[in-house]
Nanobody, 126 residues
């Protein structure tokens, strides 16, 4: 049973930073792409970032490029999302996800991932 557990969300002010964590169990993530998505109220889930197995390749949504950084620690089976210069439009539930196949690439499409966490709420006040 694969489980992904996000943490680190909260209420912050515009311009602040947060670091989200996603701890995986039931599958060693070292050979899987990992991704972060978010879903704001009344909106569809959208891609935020993804990272390759060894962290050498990272992909970002244009809306977060230069402010968010995805990273991973395979020894801890954990992936992170460092969010700087947060804006109110970043308010959403943030989800991490693991790619469907070992050594398979995964990017911005939700169907490229097969397990998802329960999400962590990020609220950015103006």
């Amino acid at each position: 049973q694969v489980q992904l557990v996000e943490s680190g969300g909260g209420l912050v002010q515009a311009g602040d930073s947060l670091r989200l964590s996603c701890a995986a169990s039931g599958r060693t993530i070292s050979t899987y792409y990992m991704g972060w998505f978010r879903q704001a109220p009344g909106k569809e889930r959208e891609f935020v970032a993804s990272i390759s197995w060894n962290g050498g390749i990272a992909l970002y949504a244009d809306s977060v490029k230069g402010r968010f950084t995805i990273a991973r620690d395979n020894a801890k089976n954990t992936v992170y999302l460092q969010m700087n210069s947060l804006k109110p439009e970043a308010t959403a539930v943030y989800y991490c996800a693991i790619a469907r196949t070992r050594f398979g690439r995964a990017g911005a499409l939700p169907n490229e991932y097969d397990y998802w966490g329960q999400g962590t709420q990020v609220t950015v006040s103006s």
